[in-house]
């Protein structure tokens, strides 16, 4: 089957780095995406990685392992605002995404 | 602002009730889905509409019902729900449904409670 597994809640402190991991088990892979929820807000589009190797977007980094079935949400210099849930998502071989059930990540003073 | 918005954000109902709940995209997308986010289980994909024709139905209960009558808007018509229902109903838009072009844009969401 299908599945993807993250972390369901996590810790850090403002000013620190987390790293949020994601493992994947698709039929097919098109490519993993991140995306950033607030409470009560929808979904936002963060990254998407298709090929091994880390992508950077300012504070945000994103990670692919291909042949780990691994992802990683790299933040830096963590604000309060980034208090949100981080939800990972594969695409399998139909280009439907399967998702995980989202790290609540939580930003201590 | 997402360029995606859904009516009502808030929706009681009875089981016996007749809604719906509306979806416009103001993205130029072609592609449109309905998922349900129930707290602390992943987001489960209902249905997607690519150039106003469905293109999955992930065997969700015929007490839901799409209805897609351009690329802007979708409907999801509820009638007799049941109280596991109760859950975030949240519309997406894409560009398309392939590789990159697949990044969704979501609407804030329609909360529903079933009583």
């Known amino acids: 089957g299908q599945n993807i597994d993250q972390p369901t809640e996590m810790t850090a402190t403002e000013g620190a780095i987390v790293q949020i991991n994601c493992t994947y088990q698709t039929s097919g892979f098109n490519g993993l995406f991140w995306y950033q929820q607030h409470a009560g807000e929808a979904p936002t589009f963060l990254s998407y990685n298709v090929l091994d190797g880390l992508e950077e977007k300012g504070r945000f980094s994103s990670f692919l392992s291909r042949s780990k079935g691994y992802s990683y949400l790299l933040l830096k210099e963590l604000q309060m605002k980034d208090s949100a849930s981080y939800l990972c998502a594969a695409m399998d071989s139909n280009y439907q995404l399967i998702w995980g059930a989202g790290t609540k990540l939580i930003i201590k003073p | 602002e997402t360029g995606v918005t859904q009516t009502p954000r808030h929706l009681v109902m009875g089981m016996t009730n007749k809604k719906s709940l509306k979806c416009e995209q103001h993205l130029g997308h072609n592609a449109m889905y309905w998922y349900k986010q129930s707290a602390k289980k992943p987001l489960e994909l209902m249905f997607v509409y690519n150039f106003k024709e469905q293109t999955e139905n992930n065997s969700v209960p015929s007490r839901f019902s799409p209805e897609c009558p351009n690329s802007s808007h979708l409907f999801l018509h509820l009638h007799t729900l049941q109280p596991e229902d109760s859950a975030l109903y949240l519309c997406?838009?894409?560009?398309?449904?392939?590789?990159?072009?697949?990044?969704?844009?979501f609407g804030p969401g329609t909360r529903l409670t079933v009583l």
């Open positions: 997406a838009s894409s560009q398309g449904t392939s590789g990159s072009v697949n990044e969704q844009f």
